[in-house]
Nanobody, 131 residues
C-alpha cells in the first residue's frame, strides 16, 4: 500500500524554525515529485500549495508567501522529503500535508493549484506559530 507520513509539526514561537518530514512507503519516491500543502484553521480556509520539488530533487518551486523562508528537499535514498521552515510567522499556522505526483521532473506553478493527480496524501502534521 502506497503511503506518506508527515512528522515534525510542533508549537513554535514567531521567528522560530521547524523541519517537517514526509516519509514514503510502498512506492519509490524517486519516481515522484512531492508537494507540500497547508490548510489554516478557521471556516472557509482553503488548502494552499506551499512548495513543490521535482522527482530528482533539482527543480523546486515556492508560493510567494513562503519564498525565502522555506526550503524543500528530497532524499530519494531515504524515500523522504523535507520542508525546512524558518522565520515562522503566526500566519504559517496550519496543518501541513505532503502529497506525491508521479513522473514530474520540473516543478511548475500550476501543480501547486491543480492537485487532481496527487496520490497518495499524508495525514497531515500540525504547525502552530504562537508566542
Amino acid at each position: 500500500q502506497e503511503q506518506l507520513v508527515e512528522s515534525g509539526g510542533d508549537l513554535v514561537q514567531p521567528g522560530g524554525s521547524l523541519r517537517l518530514s514526509c516519509s514514503g512507503s510502498g512506492f519509490n519516491l524517486a519516481e515522484y515529485a512531492i508537494g507540500w500543502f497547508r490548510r489554516a484553521p478557521g471556516p472557509g480556509k482553503e488548502r494552499e500549495g506551499v512548495s513543490l520539488i521535482g522527482r530528482d530533487g533539482r527543480s523546486t518551486l515556492y508560493a510567494d508567501s513562503v519564498k525565502g523562508r522555506f526550503t524543500i528537499s528530497k532524499d530519494n535514498g531515504k524515500n523522504t522529503a523535507y520542508l525546512e521552515m524558518s522565520s515562522l510567522r503566526p500566519e504559517d499556522t496550519a496543518v501541513y500535508y505532503c502529497a506525491a505526483v508521479h513522473g514530474i521532473l520540473l516543478a511548475r506553478p500550476f501543480l501547486l493549484e491543480d492537485t487532481r493527480d496527487y496520490s497518495p496524501w499524508g495525514q497531515g502534521t500540525q504547525v502552530i506559530v504562537s508566542s
